[in-house]
């Protein structure tokens, strides 16, 4: 093999072996470790998420706190809230939610009911 990686692949151990070397590099040990095993087929090292987000313009302080723990109550992995400046300089603020794809329409709906909000991207 001609290749050396810096991470493991993600596998199950099923033997390890060291090695010396007879000659001496001054940089570095001559030592050699083979890993032995069997691929992991599983989903942990995936996660496929879906942004949910909206602009907010007319909602007050305790609407947007309420929407970001109702939202996370109801199964979002994670909530922002991101101030912002509309048209004219008017306060607003950017909702953005990170969920599972089998959540997006139920969220949406949660957001664009607390909100007032017309959509949800």
């Known amino acids: 093999m001609d290749e050396v990686i810096r991470f493991y692949p993600a596998l199950k151990p099923l033997k390890v072996g060291y090695?010396?070397?007879?000659?001496?590099f001054e940089e570095m040990p001559n030592i050699l470790r083979?890993?032995?095993?069997?691929?992991?087929?599983?989903?942990?090292l995936k996660d496929e998420v879906v942004v949910l987000e909206t602009n907010l313009d007319d909602?007050?302080?305790?609407?947007?706190?309420?929407?970001?723990?109702k939202l996370l109550t109801e199964g979002a992995k994670d909530v922002s809230i991101i101030p912002m400046f509309t048209k004219k300089n008017r306060p607003g603020y950017i909702l953005?939610?990170?969920?599972?794809?089998?959540?997006?329409?139920?969220?949406?709906?949660?957001?664009?009911?607390?909100?007032?909000?017309?959509?949800?991207?």
């Open 96 to 121: 953005n939610a990170i969920t599972d794809r089998e959540n997006v329409e139920r969220l949406a709906y949660i957001v664009m009911e607390e909100t007032g909000s017309l959509g949800a991207y």
């Open 59 to 69: 909602a007050t302080g305790e609407i947007i706190g309420h929407v970001l723990d």
């Open 19 to 24: 090695g010396a070397g007879t000659r001496d």
């Open 34 to 44: 083979v890993v032995l095993g069997e691929p992991l087929q599983c989903n942990l």
